[in-house]
C-alpha cells in the first residue's frame, strides 16, 4: 500500500475475516432474518386519503422503509373524488385494486381502473391516482433493493400495463376447471409483460400471482427463495396457511408449523427458503394474491423453486 494511499485514509475500512466465521452471515445472525408478519385490513379501513408502508425496517435493520430486502408493501386508501400522487425511485410498480373504482394518470395519459384490476408501471412515470369512489389499493415496489445498492432507476423496461381483472378471473376458471386440474400444486395465473420473455414475469423483479385454493382442498407444500408478500383477495373463515423450515417427505406435511389464518383484506410475509402450504377448511372458494422478488431471483438462477406433489 502507498504512502499516499495511507494518508488518504484508504485502508481504514478494511477488514479481514476467517472464512467459516463470516461466510454464512445469515446463519449466525450478523445478518437479520427475513420476519414472519401479518398486516390486517383494519390498517387502511377507514380514515384520510394516504399511504399506508408495511415497514418493517426494524425488524430487518434497514436504514429506510421496507416489508423484505428488495421489497416494499403498502396498502393505499384514496376518498372519494381525492387523488394521491406516486412516483417512487423503484424498477418497477404493481398495484392491485381491492376496492373501488378511478383512473390514474401518467403525463397526458390516462388509465381507468375497477374493483380486481391490475396496473403495472415502470419506473419514470410520476402518476396520480384518484378515486371515483371510495378506493383501496394493495401497492408493491422495489425500492429497498435500489435504496440498498444506492442506484436511481431511469430506463424503464416496459410500457405501463394494465391486467383486466376480468381477464385473470376468466383464464383462472379456465385453468381450474381444465381436466387434470387436482393434480396440480397450484391452481394460479402468472403475470407477464411481454419485455420479460427469459423470466415468464410481470416486471424485471416482480412477480406476481393470482391463485385459488378450492373448498375442501390443500395445496401442497413448497418453497422458494423468494420473499412472498401475500395479500388475500378472499375467502371465508377457515383458510390458512402453514409455514415451517422442514418437511417430513414420508408424510408430506411441514414439520412444527407456524399458522397464519387468512382474513379478506390482509397481507402477511413469508420468509425466503421456508415450506408453505394453503388448507381451505372454509365451503366456499378463497383466493390469494402472492408478489414476489421472483423476476430478479429467477433471472439470478437463484430462484430454486420445490413443489411436493399428492402421490
Known sequence: MSDTAQKNGWTAAARLYEYSKAADPVGSGTIKPVAMKEFSPGLYAGGPSRIVPLDLSAELGTGYPATAPSLLANFVR???????????????????????????????????????????LPTGFASVHTAEEE????????TPLLQYLGV???????RP??????????????????????????????????????????????????GLVPAGEVQMPHRHNSV???????????????????????TKQIIDPVRVDWEPGKAFVTPPGLWHAHHNESGEEAYVLPIQDAGLQTYLRTLDIQFLFRD
Open 152 to 158: 436511481t432507476a431511469d430506463k424503464p423496461r416496459f
Open 78 to 120: 384514496i376518498l372519494a373524488g381525492e387523488s394521491l400522487k406516486t412516483n417512487p425511485n423503484a424498477t418497477s410498480e404493481l398495484y392491485y385494486v381491492i376496492s373501488g373504482k378511478g383512473h390514474t394518470d401518467i403525463g397526458r395519459d390516462q388509465v381507468s381502473w375497477k374493483q380486481g384490476d391490475f396496473i403495472v
Open 228 to 250: 412472498a408478500l401475500d395479500f388475500i383477495v378472499d375467502c371465508k373463515p377457515g383458510v390458512y396457511t402453514l409455514v415451517g423450515e422442514q418437511i417430513d417427505r414420508k
Open 135 to 142: 378506493t383501496a389499493l394493495y401497492y408493491v415496489v422495489d
Open 161 to 210: 400495463t394494465l391486467f383486466s381483472g376480468d381477464e385473470v378471473r376468466a383464464e383462472l376458471k379456465r385453468i381450474a376447471s381444465a381436466p387434470g386440474a387436482t393434480s396440480k400444486n397450484r391452481l394460479s395465473v402468472l403475470l407477464n409483460n411481454e419485455e420479460f420473455e427469459q423470466t415468464l414475469t410481470v416486471t424485471e423483479t416482480l412477480w406476481a400471482m393470482y
